[in-house]
């Protein structure tokens, strides 16, 4: 199948600072990409859904400054997690799709710890 | 509104089958998905029906009925590696992934 890369697979920051995720499409054009955030023992949520070349779209409840996302290409996609806080700690997983008809294959997931 | 049911909890053996119901409520149909996901891990895709009926990938089967709202993934053979949440998840008609709580599946000797 399909292979989506997501970088970097866990990482630990301070209060405060930025982090940035890649998420990337080894050997097929994404036109879209989802990012998803994850609690423990809780089902997948969807943070916002972007379109390479166009603003991302927001679901409800997401901060849009505070989660910065861009799809630059058709191979990568970014979430920034902006002056981050504890209860930002979460697992991230991104999703990739070439289409509408197509399936999404997910990156590994990063595991952001906010200390 | 929308909703995806399925069990929260299932308890099977080593060696014998399980079937993992989901049932769906959305907004338009555009296909269904079975992921599996072991913990602290990403999800990785199983199967996507978007037509009626059974498919069948070695071990693992997924039935639709579109009609019922309704759709079933079987695991037969059961190893201990099976052990995991398995996630149903419907794409709605504005092409989103709506997603249910998943079921955790404890596989005992």
């Known amino acids: 199948g399909a292979v989506v890369s997501q970088h970097p697979s866990r990482v630990i920051c301070k209060s405060g600072t930025s982090v940035k995720i890649e998420c990337r499409s080894l050997d097929f054009q994404a036109t879209t990409m989802f990012w998803y955030r994850q609690f423990p023992k809780q089902s997948l949520m969807l943070m916002a859904t972007?379109?390479?070349?166009?603003?991302?779209?927001?679901e409800q409840g997401v901060e849009k400054d505070k989660f910065l996302i861009n799809h630059a290409s058709l191979t990568l996609s970014t979430l920034t997690v902006t002056s981050a806080h504890p209860e930002d700690s979460s697992f991230y997983i991104c999703?990739?799709?070439?289409?509408?008809?197509?399936?999404?294959?997910f990156g590994q997931g990063t595991r952001l710890t906010v200390v | 509104g929308q909703n995806i049911d399925q069990p929260t909890e299932m308890t099977a053996t080593e060696g014998a089958i399980v079937q993992i119901n989901c049932t769906y409520q959305t907004s338009g149909f555009n296909g269904l998905f079975w992921y599996q996901q072991h913990a602290g891990e990403a999800p990785t895709f199983l199967s996507y029906n978007v037509l009626d009926g059974l498919e069948e990938k070695g071990r693992f089967s997924s039935f639709l009925s579109r009609s019922k709202g309704y759709s079933y993934l079987l695991l037969k053979e059961l190893q201990m590696k099976d052990s995991a949440s398995y996630l149903c998840a419907v794409m709605d008609s504005n092409y989103q992934l709506i997603w249910g709580a998943g079921t955790k599946l404890i596989i005992k000797p």
């Open positions: 972007s379109n390479e070349g166009s603003k991302a779209t927001y």
């Open positions: 999703s990739a799709s070439g289409g509408r008809d197509t399936e999404a294959f």
